[in-house]
């Protein structure tokens, strides 16, 4: 079986596994954002318990593999649950979004908090000499500017995601690595076939890369056009 007839197989099947991806990786970041977001400003808060809260979970997180995350959600927790007589399972792309979506949102909570501290402290200043309450300067200004800084970062991070999502077919989540896997079990092409999928990974990275590279350059000539 040449490369032109291994190519015409797996597309279709690499298609479909994209769709897999695409959809788990932006569902996950939806729900990172949020996490990321609460974490950020729990980490920034007042409140000792809501400080050290955070940390647990970004350490917890960051200093455990994905891989482990991931069976742990997949296999420990439903085994848990039925020790206190309750039977459920989640399935392969509900763990795998709960995971990643875990897992993304405690680097961007890290994001939130670098992009808040880089926002210029005279702007709360300013903002709570108007009569604003550090709640509201916080969300209607220091907020959207940090987002603005964070940008790029965030980009990068749904790249990281849309990678991780490999690691994910570990628990039979049909996503490209997965398809793939199941094609050179049929076929025993593996050379051809993972060639290909490191080649669709690697177009559609770039393209990421790019738009992160662009959305940056943009960024900076803003800044530069305020001084």
């Not at 040449?2 to 991806?21: H, Q």
Request: hydrophobic share 50%; net charge positive; aromatic share 12%.
């Amino acid at each position: 079986m040449n490369f032109v007839t291994v190519l015409t197989d797996v597309l279709p099947l690499l298609a479909r596994g994209m769709g897999v991806t695409v959809q788990a990786t932006l569902t996950a970041l939806v729900i990172a954002m949020f996490l990321g977001l609460f974490t950020c400003l729990a980490g920034l808060s007042t409140s000792r318990g809501l400080r050290r809260l955070a940390w647990l979970y970004i350490w917890a997180i960051r200093g455990t593999p994905l891989l482990v995350q991931t069976f742990f959600i997949y296999f420990g927790i439903p085994q848990f649950a039925q020790s206190l007589g309750l039977d459920f399972r989640f399935s392969p792309f509900a763990a795998g979004v709960i995971t990643l979506g875990l897992n993304a949102g405690a680097y961007i909570a890290e994001i939130f908090r670098g992009g808040i501290q880089a926002v210029d402290p005279g702007l709360m200043e300013a903002a709570r000499s108007l009569g604003l309450s550090h709640y509201r300067a916080m969300f209607k200004i220091i907020l959207p500017e940090a987002f603005r800084i964070a940008i790029p970062s965030l980009v990068n991070q749904f790249i990281i995601s849309l990678k991780d999502t490999s690691i994910i077919s570990i628990i039979s989540l049909r996503e490209i690595v997965y398809e793939t896997k199941i094609y050179i079990g049929r076929t025993m092409q593996s050379f051809a076939t993972w060639a290909i999928v490191g080649l669709v990974y690697l177009a559609i990275i770039t393209i990421l890369s790019q738009i992160s590279i662009h959305i940056e350059k943009k960024l900076n000539y803003g800044r530069k056009s305020l001084r």
